[in-house]
């Protein structure tokens, strides 16, 4: 028998017998309610077995592990690449982002503003960010809605949001609520989203405010 297996089989006849120990020591600490009080014989000489096969594997692994610094290139190397994708990612998504305000949401805010001004409204609209926009309307000087359209980007998709908040006139009270631009399944990207669908939205929440506000 080799030198390296006979140190072994004492490692795991040095193992069994420390398990042994700690079992009774835990037996005389914890009495007959002990968690390991279950164990028998046949566990002891599973839990020594797999300790051994643990031991014996050792220098199986090691052998494999020579090349460990073309492994850690490798490593490091899918990590750059992969945040260089994400990194690209991001920027596309941006930009999608831009174009959904500057295109979409942005001139139906504006359509929204005039019609608005026709009927004594006073209307601001905040179009500064590339990512977010909102529209305020007031009315003989009190707020009557202030509409926002965020967007959520997700590793599948770019998710829009429309953020309404209402002055409650009776006790002055600000109530926010987020919303969802289409019922039924909410699978939709910003790229799915019409202008049309903005101001659709808006005048259902603009009604609910005339309806439950006043």
Known sequence: MSTT???LLSFKDMFSSLVRINIV?????HGKRSV???LNQNSLCDISQKAFD????????EGKMENWKKILATILKKQKEDRGEKKIKHSHERLRVEKFYSTIVNPAFKELKSELKK?????????????????IVNFEAEEELDYSIEVMISPVRVFPRPVIH???WASSRRLRAEGLLRRGIQDYDISDITKEEIIEHFLDEYKNYIKFMH
């Open 5 to 7: 297996k006979r140190k």
């Open 25 to 29: 020591n835990l037996k005389l600490t």
């Open 36 to 38: 390991f009080s279950h």
């Open 54 to 61: 643990w031991a014996l594997d050792v220098p199986r692994k």
């Open 119 to 135: 009927h004594g409204r006073e209307v601001e609209i905040y179009t500064e960010r590339r990512d977010f926009a909102s529209i």
């Open 166 to 168: 209402y002055t409650e």
